[in-house]
């Protein structure tokens, strides 16, 4: 019998009959005609790198067939053609077809990528570099949902991707068969970090500014554990500095993949009018408040419209890409002067209609926006269809539909505009992991009832959710099939060889732990990111004071590092699927973060609650103070090795958000530490001459 193998995302239609063994001592032709498309020319480089990486035999890409023999006795080569069928670039569709002699691959040239990446995983699991395991096999496949990726929000982290980490990503999503990437290359948030180190929540990746020499350096600050100091990292967008923008859309192009700019506006805009401040938004005091625009001042549109032209001249047209997303998502503070003369539901038509209109005059065939502002605001009624009509939108505008918590989500069809879903693919890597398999469930079951066009999903990317990835991969190419529990099942068998069972179950309660409900909500009050937002309550006193407060919380964080044990013990045994190795290391490790985490912060709340009761008890008990201190010591000890291994684990570009998420945790330990070992070594305190004094960073 034979078993099928696993396959990310699975394809429609598969007969498998096994697998043919070539040794090395055979040679494999990769024969892609004698004009093919550069993304099939794509698809041959990435099969012959594949096999000339994996195994020994001879490899050659030739353009068709010719008189050649492999060298073993004579015998014929082992034939992969790449057969372009049609003119059809935008359908999907391919098939598969092999026997012991040859294989045949053919579709449009991006259907022979995903045929590509088919073969890859079949040949994956058993490949050696002394047996090459091809399969025998017959496949037709194409996918449910016409557009289906990621949207990779600009924010920190991403803005330490190097073009070789773009092309990573890209690399990626290609191997799940997803077809679109869309880049935020502008957006601004309120600082969620303390700015006295570290830049405002201020993002830009391209040199569209009039005055490019405007835009300030970044810095980071964190606390490295490797030289037990605290560092202020200094630099510019990888993709800025270096003018990326365009290698990176090329890059992706020849691998089947459009992408989609975001500039985002009028929302989500601080560091345009912090550098122009004659057209930011203007308070009842008639002063610039820093944040959205002045949409009636005479500069404001002329200055949007010269960025977005710099962006479509230099890096879509020459690339042949015409879709451009403008944002227009969590609009707060319009403009006093604006709003004596339009209501806010006009300046959003207003902005929707100048913006959108330029980009379809240039060249643009899709505009996509987010769909809160505009739903609260017009609740896309007939007047808001009627608005798409007479200035020539409908048919040009996307409403990309965002929800990344509710396990129900109500959308609907608008008259003249596509819909695609968005849920999210994780955000938060530097701080905890997410699962959000059954966020892609849910919006795009609900993108299908509305036979929406689209699923791409809102990230900030990183490898760790590759999990994720997979999974709105999955769904959005077979949309009927595989819910959350099955999906578990398939990741399972996916990057393990054996083991499967514990895994799917290891990763059902993982979906306990990580997905958006009360223990998540948990782990984002332990970093800085959520806990540094009300200057009235500092960070990380408030959550501290939480904990003492009540021992329910105490017991909540006792209750999900339980859970974070529970879920780690399925992951002991089981052997890596040659290749998904990280796979393995990174879910083993998001176990052991929560749990060291929630120690360090335990053990930080019971130093404070145990000196407290010291301070009120007999003196007698003050000899106890240095084996408080020695504890916390030995927490911190292990927090500072869990910061190593983040570095190990994580991307490097997400390395120094995670440490400056905990820098401040760890802080508090230090100080909390010195103090007690401060106390621990006074004999006015210890005998009670002197008064044993409380936290004093609390």
């Known amino acids: 019998m034979n078993t099928i193998p696993t396959l990310i995302p699975a394809p429609k239609r598969m007969r498998y009959d096994g697998k043919r063994p070539l040794d090395n001592s055979r040679t494999v032709t990769i024969e892609a005609g004698t004009r093919p498309a550069s993304v099939t020319q794509s698809a041959a480089r990435q099969l012959s790198s594949w096999l000339g990486e994996h195994w020994r035999g001879r490899v050659l890409v030739r353009p068709s067939e010719a008189d050649i023999s492999d060298g073993a006795e004579g015998e014929l080569p ?5 057969i372009e069928t049609g003119t059809e670039t935008e359908t999907e569709r391919y098939s598969l077809v092999s026997d012991c002699h040859e294989m045949s691959i053919a ?81 601004c948030w309120s600082s969620r970090y303390p700015t006295d180190a570290n830049s405002r929540s201020e993002f830009l990746f391209a040199p569209i500014l009039d005055h490019p020499e405007r835009l300030p350096d970044r810095r980071i600050h964190y606390f490295d554990p490797l030289t037990k100091q605290t560092a202020t990292k200094t630099y510019r967008p990888a993709l800025y500095e270096n003018d990326g923008l365009g290698q990176l859309i090329a890059y992706a192009v020849e691998r089947g993949i459009r992408v989609v700019p975001q500039l985002n506006g009028p929302g989500h805009s601080l560091l345009l009018p912090r550098l122009y401040p004659h057209i930011s938004a203007i308070n009842n005091k008639g002063e610039a408040t820093g944040s ?54 006009g300046l959003l038509e207003l902005y929707l209609v100048e913006i959108g209109g330029y980009l379809i005059e240039n060249g643009m065939d899709k505009v996509i926006i987010w769909h809160d502002m505009a739903e609260s605001l017009t609740g896309f009624d007939e007047s808001f269809e009627e608005l798409l009509e007479r200035h020539g ?119 306990k732990l990580f997905q958006y409900s009360s223990t998540f909500v948990l782990l984002l009050e332990i970093g800085v990111f959520s806990g540094n937002s009300d200057a009235a309550r500092p960070y990380p006193a408030r959550i501290i004071r939480s904990v003492l407060a009540t021992d329910g919380t105490h017991k909540a964080y006792r209750v999900t590092r339980a859970l974070a044990l529970n879920a780690l013990l399925s992951f002991e045994r089981g052997s890596a699927v040659s290749g998904r190795e990280y796979e393995l290391q990174v879910i083993r490790f998001e176990c052991r973060r929560v749990v060291g985490l929630i120690d360090a912060l335990l053990g930080l709340a019971d130093a404070v609650r145990d000196q407290e009761r010291i301070a009120n008890g007999p003196i007698a008990g003050r000899s106890g103070l240095a084996g408080i201190g020695g504890r916390l010591e030995r927490e911190l000890d292990k927090l500072d090795a869990l910061l190593v291994e983040m570095r190990e684990v994580l991307p490097g570009y997400m390395v120094y958000v995670g440490w400056r998420e ?37």
């Open 292 to 345: 959205g625009y002045s949409l009636t001042h005479p500069d404001t549109f002329p200055m949007l419209k010269r960025m977005f032209k710099r962006v479509i001249d230099r890096y879509m047209l020459p690339y042949g890409q015409t879709w451009f997303h403008i944002g227009m998502d969590e609009i707060s503070g319009w403009s006093s002067v604006d709003l004596a003369a339009y209501s806010p539901r």
């Open 107 to 187: 579709g449009s040239p991006r259907g022979i990528l995903h045929g590509v990446q088919t073969l890859i995983q079949l040949l994956q699991p058993e490949t050696s570099c002394d047996l090459l395991s091809l399969p025998l096999a017959a496949i037709e496949d194409e996918p449910d949902v016409s557009v289906r990726g990621i949207f990779a929000e600009c924010f920190w982290g991403s803005d330490l991707m190097e073009l070789a980490d773009w092309k990573a990503m890209i690399d990626e999503m290609v191997s799940f068969k997803l077809n679109t990437l869309s880049v935020g290359i502008y957006g």
């Open 393 to 511: 939108l409908a048919g040009k505008i996307v409403i990309q539909w965002w929800n990344y918590t509710m396990p129900a989500f109500s959308v609907k069809a608008v008259r003249g505009a596509e819909g695609w879903m968005a849920p999210s693919t994780g955000y938060l890597p530097g701080m905890f992991y997410q699962d959000y398999v059954e966020n892609v469930e849910n919006r795009v079951n609900e993108g299908v009832e509305q036979s929406f066009q689209g699923a791409l999903a809102y990230a900030l990317y990183s490898p760790t959710f590759r999990r994720n990835t997979a999974y709105l991969a999955e769904k959005s190419w077979n949309t009927r099939k595989r819910d959350a529990s099955e999906f578990d099942r398939q990741y399972a068998e996916w990057i393990v060889s054996d083991e499967a069972e514990h895994w799917a179950g290891g990763m059902g309660d993982m979906r």
């Open 78 to 82: 082992y034939r992969i053609r790449l």
């Open 662 to 698: 905990y820098m401040f945790l760890r802080e508090a330990i230090r100080v909390q530490m010195e103090q007690l070992k401060r106390l621990a070594g006074d004999r006015a305190v210890l005998s009670g001459e002197a008064e044993l004094s409380r936290a004093d960073w609390l």
